[in-house]
T-cell receptor
């Protein structure tokens, strides 16, 4: 079993739809959870960063962490064609700095149709 | 504010050759991590450098080695290239002692390596 599981999609939605992206994980020591967006042939760009359980909202994006279920989600409201990209979940056990290597999911490819 | 830069953008090598990839971290950052991203996969951690030393290493063979310079820039070297080394190589920079608001890894655009 991989440490982090993420459905690779592809996921296709109409413009304006609410998008739900999810990851499950097996390592209960993970405490820091991130969502990155990666456009084709570009490096990952950090969207959301959450510590432990709970919700975090930033504009159209909401990140949720449920440590009891080992499940994290990213919701995108009012999706736009510019949101079309691959979304990667990432997590780690320890606070950043020299302890901070990230474990990534495979990524979910999202396409938002006009 | 210059972000993370990597060179070259693309590289084509043949099996058995050696390659060197370069990374300059975001201004103010002192830690560099390298990741390998195969097609259709998430990035996999190779190693991390801080204070010119390798601090952490992922599950990669000794053919993968690195270096960090006094100006915090870094190189990734891969010897005896295999077809399976074809991937996007990503460099990420961060702070060794971040605050909660600066606890982030910033990624460069990557170097796409093709091994024939």
């Amino acid at each position: 079993q991989k440490e982090v599981e993420q459905d690779p999609g592809p996921l296709s939605v109409p413009e304006g739809a609410i998008v739900s992206l999810n990851c499950t994980y097996s390592n209960s020591a993970f405490q820091y959870f991130m969502w990155y967006r990666q456009y084709s042939r570009k490096g990952p760009e950090l969207l959301m960063y959450t510590y432990s359980s709970g919700n975090k909202e930033d504009g159209r994006f909401t990140a949720q962490v449920d440590k009891s279920s080992k499940y994290i989600s990213l919701f995108i409201r009012d999706s736009q064609p510019s949101d079309s990209a691959t979304y990667l979940c990432a997590m780690r056990e320890n606070y950043g700095g020299s302890q901070g290597n990230l474990i990534f999911g495979k990524g979910t490819k999202l396409s938002v149709k006009p | 504010d210059a972000g993370v830069t990597q060179s070259p953008t693309h590289l084509i090598k043949t099996r058995g050759q050696q390659v060197t990839l370069r990374c300059s971290p975001k201004s103010g950052h002192d830690t560099v991590s390298w990741y390998q991203q195969a097609l259709g996969q998430g990035p996999q951690f190779i190693f991390q450098y801080y204070e010119e030393e390798e601090r952490q290493r992922g599950n990669f063979p000794d053919r993968f080695s690195g270096h960090q310079f006094p100006n915090y820039s870094s190189e990734l070297n891969v010897n005896a290239l295999l077809l399976g080394d074809s991937a996007l190589y990503l460099c990420a920079s961060s702070l060794a002692l971040p605050s909660p608001s600066t606890d982030t890894q910033y990624f460069g655009p990557g170097t796409r390596l093709t091994v024939l």
